[in-house]
């Protein structure tokens, strides 16, 4: 359920880089913990937004939770059928559900970003920090 | 004691069953150096008898006799008998909050009428489940206007309730909002060349109340437009919503620009008992694109797994027990109940019964305004369109206010404690509910 | 047989909504008109601002707005049919003798701003209330205009405000346990405040460690509700309110759980500086599916100067007047004098239990909820083994195993005609099923309930699904929640044509 080619936040994003650009959504684990997702805000395409800021947030019927920035970059695209549609986020979390693209602005903030496998052992030990 | 069910007997068999001995022992985590220690000084219980003697007594210290012209956020209307007896039943008053949707449908339709109530009347598209009342949903409509615009500064119309000011005062300062007002005009209602000469782009909101604490109807279209120019809000305030039954709902208008951004208000005069001014119950209802920044609960219409109807508290995300400190607000208990008496009132009043109540307002408010600067020395202030209250200024304020007194008559409230400049003038109020006997004493109190 | 088929084709059980019933020149209210001399509309009012009509607004006779809402009342359960056990909330019983009270002739139609010397009696149910509640909260003074408990940690929060503000520094931040209700953080916000969070520890309680390590001159003061959201009394309340007092912080505390000690022990002898109560929970008043309540303030002598404005002072000769000269108040909270109609219910209850049935009423509550801890220890998952008063907090995970979630029990179990406990909260522990059987419920009653828990947990085992699809009983069956969100309908709107309004 951890897709090898992606890599991860501790915030339970998961970025796609492809070239100088990444997309950006959360994961498989980060849905299930939320439940039933019922609203998604995202920013508008154009928006400059630095790595660890609020992009947007998701609602569920029982939590909410924001949305921070794997990577500091420019917003490209949206996916605003989300906003009709957000039980997709449970349905598809790594697929139709992505959120945002970008272009990347820092390329050295990649390192920072967790492999499949160190994410797997970051959930697998709880999936947070305290 | 009455109130409990274990006798001596129970408790004894429920602790030798959790094997403690002694109800002292269940406190044993409280340190002894906490713990009090002595009975509590307060009086010895009461029978129902001498309970109920007692309440009688000091009910009967409230010279309940006198007749009365005072409004002013709190109206005297008539209540049919049914919405004390269907709000008297067990199943509605003892229920929790809704939050078993399964078992709390009847609770749950109601609010999600009420709601639909609210809209209607004030031309909104959505309103919230209640608010504690008209003067803490000002200050809510006012904190989700910064929330919208992210501006701090209002412009605050004068002739807003001045305790509703207050209450607003102290939620918007720690906040860092700064609240100006804007004054009134000969007519009472709101300075339009003062309002226009001072929005600017760092307003956030305009906040306005009609009919205002004069009695005096406000154009709230009219005030729409300069906020808007500059991206600011309407915010109007209804104190008053019996004043809806012939009056537009701020909101309703096909032109957006002069459409109200937030209508907030308090309901009362639907089926709510004074009782000494609370409870009550407040609402604020707003735009489509803005249910999200309500404050408070929203009941919505939903299905159940097998597609019937159903309804269910919903954008709770919005709310303090999941978003806590970024929620919209920190309300959690609100006035369920006292909306559910106002959405009695109104499914027994209808249309027709709502709109004769409106005008009988009207008409015998006017009616007796003509008649005090035709018949009194006293003269009449602010000359504006009115629902159910005027404001007369009296010539030999305290002769004639000792006078109607001693009579049995509050002729209104002395308008002085919260306007120094209305020296001598009183907001009197008459509704539906004052015979044409009350109208001939006060008249005659004024007269002599 | 399956749900559809039980469901009967009778109105009653089939009520549609106030708006798609009756029929145009139904009546149900009429006024006969006064007989005095009337104008035109259109000259007391600009035709502009007239309505023509109420659009969609239904026309019922008064029998069908009484079937409509008996109809509509008879889909609730409610603290009269049975246990509530709803954590935190105090479902206590509502003793009818005080609604008798609150609707007397001389309370219900009173007008605020009658002049003092006609409201006598009402400024004196007030004053009574308030000397009561000081005793019983060990404070010293009493503001009754808060509407309800978050209305309450509003006030309170602003007064340790302007406590700060007048020794020169307003500070910045108030602690707020993980463990606390959610109004905490947000009061906390809209008092201008930031909510920094201190974890608690193992036992469950407030970590003293961790506190020190959050401690800072910035601190205005710490919420802390006691006993806390798990029923657990914080033992160490007064070691913090010492460490808050060195540093010139204050003590707020959250007094939702005031039903854990009357009589037993008073937040004013540990070091509390200022609390709310929840007159709707501790003090009988009925919760009126949601409201309404009320949330006295009450404070030590330090925090008075700040109360809102007016407070009811006692003259010499025992008259009540409302004093308004409190140049260091916070202001006003709420319009006139807050809910009177709950502060009488109050007073009666109070009135009526006295010292004694005070004290029997909350060592009857925490015998209570000792006693269902110890019948459903075992069964379900105790969250932490710490004692505890008043309530008790289990948790989902020995069901979790088998797929079956809190919320699935909390269905299961109005299926049993138990209302459920609170879920969910606190959020501490992950499917909280918190329960506060209250000091109102009998022993058969509290032997019923623990015999459907103990029930639902072999269900879990033995018939998951039928766990997971309940309740089964019920007019309507799961509501989707998410559904409902994604696609908000907030309000009726008439079937056909374009949106009114
Ligand atoms: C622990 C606690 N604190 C605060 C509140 C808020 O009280 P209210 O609902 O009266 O605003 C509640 C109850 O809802 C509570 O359980």
């Known amino acids: 359920m951890i897709p090898d080619d992606l890599r991860y936040t501790k915030e339970h994003e998961w970025v796609r880089i492809d070239g100088d650009q990444a997309t950006i959504g959360i994961t498989e684990f980060a849905q299930d913990e939320l439940g039933d997702v019922v609203f998604v805000e995202l920013p508008p395409a154009g928006s400059r937004i630095d790595a660890n800021a609020v992009f947007g947030t998701v609602e569920s019927v029982k939590a909410v939770s924001d949305l921070f920035m794997p990577l500091t970059g420019e917003v490209l695209e949206v996916n605003t059928a989300l906003v009709d549609a957000p039980e997709r986020v449970n349905e598809d979390p790594y697929g139709d559900a992505w959120m945002i693209r970008i272009r990347i602005g820092d390329v050295s903030e990649l390192d920072a970003l967790l492999s499949s496998e160190d994410y797997g052992r970051f959930i697998a030990a709880g999936g947070s920090e305290s | 004691m009455r109130y409990i069910p274990a006798s001596d007997a129970d408790r004894r068999a429920m602790l030798s069953e959790i094997g403690k001995n002694s109800v002292r022992q269940l406190f044993d985590s409280i340190p002894d150096t906490l713990q009090l220690g002595r009975p509590l000084d307060i009086p010895h219980a009461r029978d129902e008898w001498s309970l109920l003697e007692y309440f009688e007594r000091l009910a009967g210290l409230n010279r309940r006799h006198a007749v009365s012209f005072l409004g002013a956020g709190v109206y005297p209307h008539r209540i049919p008998a049914i919405v004390d007896d269907l709000v008297s039943r067990s199943e509605f008053y003892t229920a929790y909050t809704p939050y078993q949707p399964e078992i709390a449908q009847g609770t749950l339709q109601a609010i999600f009428e009420f709601q639909t109530y609210m809209a209607q009347l004030t031309g909104m598209d959505a309103a919230n489940a209640s608010l504690y009342d008209g003067s803490t949903a000002l200050a809510e409509g006012v904190l989700m206007a910064h929330r919208i615009t992210g501006r701090k500064r209002f412009l605050c119309a004068r002739s807003v309730h001045p305790e509703y000011r207050m209450v607003v005062e102290t939620y918007s300062k720690r906040l860092g909002l700064s609240l100006e007002t804007v004054g009134f005009l000969d007519n009472g209602r709101v300075d339009t060349e003062d309002l226009g000469g001072r929005v600017d782009d760092d307003v956030a909101a305009v906040v306005v109340q009609s009919p205002n604490v004069f009695g005096t109807i406000e154009d709230t279209f009219a005030l729409a437009e300069p906020a808007h120019r500059h991206g600011a809000l309407l915010v109007v305030n209804i104190a008053e919503a019996a004043s809806l039954g012939v009056l537009k709902g701020p909101g309703m208008t096909d032109t957006a620009s002069r459409r109200a951004d937030i209508v907030v208000g308090e309901a009362q005069s639907f089926g709510v008992p004074m009782s000494f001014g609370g409870p009550h119950v407040g609402f604020v209802a707003t735009g489509r694109e803005r249910v999200r920044q309500l404050p408070g609960r929203l009941v919505g219409e939903g299905r159940d797994r097998d597609g019937n109807r159903a309804f269910v508290l919903t954008l709770a995300a919005r709310e303090q027990h999941i978003r806590r400190e970024k929620a919209t607000s920190n309300i959690c208990t609100n006035q369920s109940l006292c909306a559910l008496m106002s959405t009695i009132h109104l499914a027994a009043l209808g249309p027709a019964g709502l709109r004769d109540l409106a005008l009988e307002n009207v008409q015998k408010a006017a009616y007796v305004r003509r008649r005090i600067a035709s018949e009194t020395p006293h003269r009449i202030l602010f000359d504006g369109a009115r629902f159910n209250e005027f404001v007369v200024r009296l010539d030999d304020f305290e002769g004639t206010w000792e006078r109607l007194l001693a009579e049995g008559v509050v002729a209104g409230l002395p308008l002085v404690r919260w306007f120094p400049e209305l020296e001598d003038a009183l907001l009197v109020c008459v509704t539906e509910q004052h015979s044409m006997e009350h109208v001939d004493r006060l008249l005659k109190g004024l007269a002599a | ?501």
């Open chain 3, 1 to 501: 047989m399956t749900r559809r088929d039980r469901v009967a084709r009778h109105a009653s059980l089939n009520e549609r909504l106030v708006f798609e019933k009756g029929s145009p020149g139904r009546r149900g209210s009429d006024l006969s008109a006064a007989d005095f001399p009337r104008r035109e509309l259109s000259e007391l009012i600009d035709d502009e601002l007239v309505r023509d009509s109420i659009d969609g607004m239904p026309s019922l006779a008064e029998s069908e707005v009484v079937r409509h809402f008996t109809r509509l009342s008879d889909w609730n359960y409610h603290v009269d049919l049975g246990l509530y056990p709803l954590g935190s909330c105090t479902m206590k019983y509502n003793p009818k003798v005080n609604e008798k009270i609150a609707r007397m002739d001389g309370f219900a139609d009173l007008h605020p701003y009658l002049p003092e010397s006609l409201v006598q009696g009402a400024l004196e149910v007030q004053k009574r209330l308030e000397e009561c509640l000081a005793e019983i909260t060990g404070m010293d003074r009493v503001t009754l205009q808060p509407a309800a408990g978050a209305h309450g940690e509003l006030t309170g929060l602003m007064m340790v405000r302007a406590y700060h503000e007048s020794r020169g520094r307003g500070r910045r931040s108030i602690l707020v346990p993980d463990s606390a209700h959610g109004t905490n953080p947000a009061s906390a916000r809209i008092a201008g405040y930031e909510a920094v969070h201190v974890p608690s520890n193992a036992k469950g309680t407030l970590d003293l460690d961790a506190l020190d390590r959050l401690t800072n001159p910035d601190v205005a003061g710490i919420m802390v509700t006691n006993p806390n959201t798990l029923g657990i009394f914080e033992g160490e309340i007064a070691r913090i309110a010492e460490r808050m007092h060195a540093i010139g912080a204050l003590v707020y505390m959250d007094g939702a759980n005031m039903n854990a000690m009357m009589g037993v022990a008073r937040p004013g002898d540990f070091g509390v500086d200022v609390l709310h109560l929840n007159l709707h929970k501790t003090f009988s008043t009925p919760h009126g599916g949601g409201g309404p309540g009320a949330g006295p303030v009450a404070v030590k002598d330090a925090l008075a100067p700040f109360l809102p404005a007016p407070l009811i002072e006692r003259d010499g000769d025992g008259r009540c007047r409302l004093d308004d000269e409190r140049p260091e108040s916070i202001g006003r909270v709420k319009a006139f004098h807050g809910q009177f109609g709950m502060h009488s219910r109050a007073l009666a209850y109070i009135l009526a239990c006295g010292p004694n049935g005070l004290r029997e009423a909350s060592e009857t509550a925490v015998l209570n909820a000792a006693y269902v801890r110890s019948k459903l220890e075992g069964a379900y998952h105790l969250a932490y083994g710490a004692p505890t008063l008043h309530e008790v907090v289990f948790s989902d995970r020995f069901q979790a195993a088998h797929g079956v979630h809190v919320m699935d029990i909390a269905k299961r179990l109005i299926d049993y005609g138990f209302h459920p406990p609170t879920i969910a909260f606190p959020l501490v522990v992950r499917g909280a099923i918190m329960i506060e059987p209250t000091e109102t419920e009998s022993r058969e009653e509290l032997d019923a309930f623990i015999d459907a828990m103990l029930k639902i947990a072999r269900e879990c085992e033995t018939d998951p699904d039928r766990v997971r699809s309940a309740p089964h009983t019920t007019r309507v069956g799961r509501v989707d929640e998410a559904e409902a969100a994604r696609k908000p309908v907030l309000r009726w709107r008439p079937p056909a044509g374009p949106a009114a309004n």
